[in-house]
């Protein structure tokens, strides 16, 4: 019989690809997490060569203050967690990484226990087109329960996932114009002759997601077939090279 901690984390695997909203998979992700003593989560969109720059933000509950710090003071530097990422996608408990620290990492470290931060897990999430999204985890334990650390990724992997999705879907419904910006772009390539691979090259997605994006152009456009699209994108005057 699943315990209540087990129960949370089943929950949200099975109902997660089903929530409709970004806000709705944090809320449930976060509950999720707490039931493992994890009260605080952030999810990041990086890319490996960028590891030292602040990433875009996908989700964040109570991380606000502890990045403010950690950027401030350039603890990405010396941080011993950034080796670990370098060296390898697997995910990692800060207790594994705190023995490759020097002084100044130990001193980043206390900061973090001020902030009611003791130990944290790190989850790599590889999307499409070279996407990775960072989830971070953190406790006021002391340490991570290694039989939760199986859990802890399977729970973050889908929601870096799910949220990935939603990032890259977030200009689908636009507030204004015929066409969004996203479905503009994809149609603009498509008049260029490039498929739907070569398009998600260019803009940094994943052919499936630049097909949703023409195919929900095609429906806001009225009309059926792809290059009825760009010619009534064209004779809009829509069809401009956008970003």
Same mark, same amino acid.
């Given at each position: 019989?699943?315990?209540?901690?087990?129960?949370?984390?089943?929950?949200?695997?099975?109902?997660?690809?089903?929530?409709?909203?970004?806000?709705?998979?944090?809320?449930?992700?976060?509950?999720?997490?707490?039931?493992? $003593?994890?009260? /605080?989560?952030? !999810?990041?969109?990086?890319? &490996?060569?960028?590891? *030292?720059?602040?990433?875009?933000?996908?989700? %964040?509950?109570?991380?606000?203050?502890?990045?403010?710090?950690?950027?401030?003071?350039?603890?990405?530097?010396?941080?011993?967690?950034?080796?670990?990422?370098?060296?390898?996608?697997?995910?990692?408990?800060?207790?594994?990484?705190?023995?490759? $620290?020097?002084? /100044?990492?130990? !001193?980043?470290?206390?900061? &973090?226990?001020?902030? *009611?931060?003791?130990?944290?897990?790190?989850? %790599?999430?590889?999307?499409?087109?070279?996407?990775?999204?960072?989830?971070?985890?953190?406790?006021?334990?002391?340490?991570?329960?290694?039989?939760?650390?199986?859990?802890?990724?399977?729970?973050?992997?889908?929601?870096?996932?799910?949220?990935?999705?939603?990032?890259?879907?977030?200009?689908?419904?636009?507030?204004?114009?015929?066409?969004?910006?996203?479905?503009?772009?994809?149609?603009?390539?498509?008049?260029?002759?490039?498929?739907?691979?070569?398009?998600?090259?260019?803009?940094?997605?994943?052919?499936?997601?630049?097909?949703?994006?023409?195919?929900?152009?095609?429906?806001?456009?009225?009309?059926?077939?792809?290059?009825?699209?760009?010619?009534?994108?064209?004779?809009?005057?829509?069809?401009?090279?956008?970003?």
């Amino acid at each position: 019989m699943l315990n209540t901690a087990e129960q949370e984390a089943w929950s949200f695997l099975s109902k997660a690809p089903h929530y409709a909203a970004p806000d709705e998979v944090e809320a449930h992700f976060g509950r999720a997490i707490a039931a493992f $003593g994890y009260d /605080r989560f952030c !999810a990041t969109l990086i890319n &490996a060569e960028q590891l *030292g720059r602040e990433p875009p933000t996908l989700a %964040r509950r109570d991380f606000d203050a502890w990045d403010a710090r950690y950027w401030g003071e350039r603890h990405v530097v010396h941080d011993p967690c950034i080796k670990l990422l370098r060296k390898s996608g697997r995910s990692f408990a800060w207790t594994d990484a705190k023995p490759l $620290g020097d002084n /100044r990492a130990r !001193a980043m470290w206390g900061e &973090a226990s001020e902030f *009611g931060m003791n130990d944290g897990y790190v989850v %790599r999430v590889f999307g499409p087109a070279g996407h990775e999204v960072l989830i971070r985890m953190a406790t006021e334990a002391t340490t991570t329960d290694p039989t939760a650390r199986a859990v802890l990724e399977s729970l973050a992997t889908v929601f870096g996932t799910i949220m990935l999705k939603h990032w890259e879907l977030q200009d689908d419904n636009p507030d204004y114009g015929v066409i969004s910006q996203r479905q503009t772009q994809c149609l603009y390539w498509a008049s260029r002759g490039k498929t739907d691979w070569e398009i998600g090259a260019i803009l940094a997605l994943s052919p499936r997601t630049v097909h949703h994006h023409i195919e929900a152009a095609k429906k806001r456009l009225g009309v059926i077939k792809r290059q009825e699209a760009v010619m009534k994108a064209g004779e809009l005057g829509l069809l401009v090279k956008v970003g």
